[in-house]
């Protein structure tokens, strides 16, 4: 495990010192004719918890006075803020900054700037430094508080800014957020990941696990309930360790309680449970919280105990079963939703058979598979891989297969209820929308009023393999 790390929160000073730097790039950009109404193209891979922090960017570029736009070729800045989970992730965000490159030629005032997880390995940043000279900004996942200040040095001297900085894993709090969406929001309550699951490259990229204060927490919750938000969803890579080297005596359902008493109307969700830190108090909490929806993301990864052993993720499959009984019995009607690997180093048949039994036996609504991708500097990456991605992929077809019968029988059983669902806009069809249930299945509808950003009860009358179909409750 890498050394001890500073965790803290990014001094005051050190913001208001940022919002300086906003202010004179601000100065900057007006005084430059060709820059007079600048636009940024901010394309964001990965998971939520990069979107969230592409907000935070984009709120600090709204401040600098860029507008956004989703044209790559009429920007004078583009950000990609960039995922390294898997090798599939890194090869897409490699293509496309390629081919940024003609772009920049055409326009020699283009910032081209890349930030998050895959440039924060250093091996990335050299091959970015050699191979694609035409990256102005390159920074990683612990400075993204330092974005004014890059760019104001790139803007005053012409000269590149790499930085990578991994030796402090700092919040920074107070910084302005432009939120992507105007009735569902992310709400992000730590940062980093402990976990060393040895598959997984999150560690190393993100650093050390922190949670920001309740205090901090709840006054972004009160903000965007008050703008109308009507979905919360708070992120984190653990959140059931939420609370963890604070000032204050707090866990995580004590945080959902006191989220679900902020008065609104509005649904709370949020991701990943790590099911090792998953307790009965917080199923307890789902339960009792009339906010929390009814839904249950608890990544199990496998079905089989050596390979979860060897995945070092400190919980069995007994103890996994033992959690979704006890989540079953107090919520009849919890919708769960899973995360697997398939094809571990060493896996074998019989042990991925073990996790096919799992997902049949749990009856998931939902699942994201993938195939095992190695990660260099991972422990797993050391593990001999002797099955061809070829087998993989069948054992891959072998799972979704069984998990497709699964949810076209939960869908099924749907048939005739009525659910509450937030809706999400129109539907590819006239005359429907798409809503989203408290368990997270996606319902269509037909509704002669757009009740976009609405709650709405929908009676399901028909079903697909992966969605429903229904109609509106009138009241
Ligand atoms: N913190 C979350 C997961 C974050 S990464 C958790 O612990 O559940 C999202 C998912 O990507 C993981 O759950 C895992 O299923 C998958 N994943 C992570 N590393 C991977 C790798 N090297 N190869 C394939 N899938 C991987
Ligand atoms: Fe990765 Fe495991 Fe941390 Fe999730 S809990 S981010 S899978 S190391
Ligand atoms: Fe990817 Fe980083 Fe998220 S590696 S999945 S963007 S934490």
Known sequence: ????????????????????????????????????????????????????????????????????????EEAD??????????EHAEDRVFGNVGRLKALKEKNKNLIIALCGCMVQQEEVKEKIRKSYSFVDILFGTRVFHKLPEFIYRKLSTGDKVFDITSNSDLIAENMPVHRDGSFKAWLPIMYGCDNFCSYCIVPYVRGRERSRRSEDILCEAKEIVAAGYKEITLLGQNVNSYGKGLDEEIDFSELLKKI?????????????SHPKDCSKKLIDTIASCEKVSSHLHLP???????????????????EYLGLIAYAKAKIPDISLTSDIIVGFPGETYEEFCDTVSLVKEVGYTSLFTF??????????AALPDEISHKEKTVWFKELTDAQEIIAEKRCREMRGKVYRCLCEGKARNDGEYVGRTSGNVIIEFTSDRDLTGQFCDVKVTDTLTWIVKGELCEE
């Open 260 to 272: 679900n008493d902020i008065e609104g109307n509005f649904i709370i969700r949020f991701m990943t």
């Open 77 to 86: 800045l583009i950000l990609f803020n960039t995922c390294a989970v898997r």
């Open 371 to 380: 195939i095992y991708s190695k990660r260099n500097g991972t422990k797993a």
């Open 300 to 318: 199990v990864q496998s079905g089989n105990n050596r390979v979860l052993g060897m995945m070092n993720r400190k919980y069995t499959r007994e």
């Open 1 to 72: 495990m890498p050394d001890k790390k500073i965790v803290g929160f990014v001094p005051e000073d050190e913001i208001l010192r940022q919002k300086e730097y906003i202010e004179l790039v601000r100065v900057i950009l007006s005084s430059r004719a060709e820059l007079s109404s600048p636009k940024a193209f901010v394309h964001t891979y990965g998971c939520q918890g990069n979107v969230s922090d592409s907000e935070r960017m984009k709120g600090v570029l709204s401040e600098m006075g860029y507008i956004f736009t989703d044209n790559s």
